[in-house]
């Protein structure tokens, strides 16, 4: 299979240009979506031989990985792996996601990082437990970390999906709508690596958001 990485970013001057070098060095087209970022984060992705999507200004990591998909689509790649900019994925993990994926037959194989939840922010634990519990029962497939941004996607699943979300709730709606179409979904141990960062989820807000989008697709 002719595999690459796409990378939704945003302000991940920091950690942006280890994780494109690493990644490169295994061989691995990097794509990075610098989604309006005001550091140097595509000029560092950009030093180390990542090929650069930008955004004049901050759209969203839903809308970054659209745009990602629909570049990676027309260079004919067969998968894609979707991992974060901020260093939180082990790039060791990278061959777990090619190998599952290999050995299972699966059209999308996604991190699972509840296993070892000692590092994991408490609210960031809780949240992801219950909406794997209802996303889990949507797909009618047992997936014990929906909300793992870390996850490798067949260009099939891709092409069947009609993306409508901008921000974190696409990350539900890829597995959701892939299950509909009746595409098989596997899950995978990652590490979780937590530096003392702050959370990009707001919880109010972002529970609020997900309810309404949960409505949303129940009532197809």
């Given at each position: 299979m002719k595999n690459c990485i796409l990378i939704p970013s945003y302000n991940e001057s920091r950690t942006i240009g280890a994780i494109t070098k690493e990644l490169k060095a295994r061989g691995l087209t990097v794509y990075v979506v610098d989604d309006g970022s005001t550091d140097r984060t595509a000029d560092i992705a950009a030093l180390q031989g990542a090929v650069i999507i930008a955004h004049d200004k901050n759209k969203?990591?839903?809308?970054?990985?659209i745009e990602g998909f629909d570049r990676i689509l027309k260079e004919n790649f067969d998968a894609v792996l979707v991992m974060d900019g901020d260093g939180q994925h082990a790039i060791d993990d990278v061959d777990s996601f090619f190998n599952k994926m290999a050995q299972t037959g699966a059209d999308i194989v996604i991190g699972n990082r509840m296993l070892d939840t000692a590092s994991m922010p408490l609210v960031r634990k809780i949240t992801n437990k219950m909406m794997s519990r209802i996303i889990s029962k949507m797909c009618k497939q047992t997936i014990p970390d929906t909300q793992c941004g870390f996850k490798l996607i067949k260009r099939n699943v891709l092409e069947s999906?009609?993306?409508?979300?901008?921000?974190?709730?696409?990350?539900?709606?890829?597995?959701?709508?892939?299950?509909?179409?009746?595409?098989?979904?596997?899950?995978?141990?990652?590490?979780?690596?937590?530096?003392?960062?702050?959370?990009?989820?707001k919880p109010i807000f972002d529970t609020i958001r997900f309810l309404s989008f949960l409505f949303r697709m129940a009532g197809r």
């Open positions: 969203g990591k839903g809308a970054s990985l999906i009609k993306f409508e979300f901008s921000n974190f709730e696409i990350e539900s709606e890829i597995l959701i709508k892939a299950a509909k179409n009746g595409f098989k979904i596997e899950s995978v141990p990652v590490k979780t690596v937590y530096q003392g960062e702050t959370s990009k989820i």
